[in-house]
């Protein structure tokens, strides 16, 4: 069982940058490929997603070049590092963790976090 539990939400003005934090129990971390999704609503939405060693990573078109997903395993963390933040990246955030591949589908995922706000004003 891997407990997820993310940190670094909050309030930020339109432009702005913030870093969210995911630290993962399981002292075996980097045998997992970990993502972020989002729930801007009722859905919840994919972010972005990293390989166990961090070679790779996948990110969706609205966020990309503007936020960057990386890990460090020796601290068992994930981090989601978000520039020009805009009002659309209104959010719950959540970290996901799974020991297949870093996959962009919700579903592929075995453990969730609790979750962070983000919110963004204009």
């Known amino acids: 069982q891997v407990q997820l539990v993310e940190s670094g939400g909050g309030l930020v003005q339109a432009g702005g940058s913030l870093r969210l934090s995911c630290a993962a129990s399981e002292r075996t971390f980097n045998n997992y490929a970990m993502a972020w999704f989002r729930r801007p609503g009722k859905e919840r939405e994919f972010v972005a997603s990293i390989s166990w060693g961090g070679g790779t990573t996948y990110y969706s078109d609205s966020v990309k070049g503007r936020f960057t997903i990386s890990r460090a395993n020796a601290k068992n963390t994930v981090y989601l590092q978000m520039n020009n933040l805009k009002p659309e990246d209104t959010a719950v955030y959540y970290c996901?963790?799974?020991?297949?591949?870093?996959?962009?589908?919700?579903?592929?995922?075995?453990?969730w976090g609790q979750g962070t706000q983000v919110t963004v004003s204009s």
């Open positions: 996901a963790a799974d020991i297949r591949g870093p996959a962009v589908v919700a579903d592929n995922y075995v453990y």
